[in-house]
Nanobody, 125 residues
């Protein structure tokens, strides 16, 4: 089993940057592919980015390519989401999730086995 804790959220002005972290417990962290999702009130959770077990393969929501970067450090059991050129529409609660399919990333929430509690990102205009 994996426990995930997100951090790094906060309030930032439009055009600024934030780096979110997803810290995982458990010795088998490198066996999981990891995804980031975000959710705003009244809306479904939407895919942001995903990374496979080694970090060698990544996937991004089309609208976020070029601004967001996902990476991982398996020695630290941590996945990062670097967010640049932030816009007010990026305001959401950001969640990380772990999938027990190390080489197969997914954009679907139901494919993930474990979820963190989320971290709030607010971008002011």
């Amino acid at each position: 089993q994996v426990q995930l804790i997100e951090s790094g959220g906060g309030l930032v002005q439009a055009g600024g940057s934030l780096r979110l972290s997803c810290a995982a417990s458990g010795r088998t962290f490198s066996s999981y592919s990891i995804g980031w999702f975000r959710q705003t009130p009244g809306n479904e959770r939407e895919f942001v980015a995903a990374i496979n077990r080694s970090g060698g393969t990544t996937d991004y929501a089309d609208s976020l390519k070029g601004r967001f970067t996902i990476s991982r450090d398996n020695a630290k059991n941590t996945v990062y989401l670097q967010m640049n050129s932030l816009k007010p529409e990026d305001t959401a609660v950001y969640y990380c999730a772990a999938r027990n399919r190390p080489y197969y990333m997914s954009r679907k929430t139901f494919d993930y086995d474990y979820w963190g509690q989320g971290t709030q990102v607010t971008v002011s205009s």
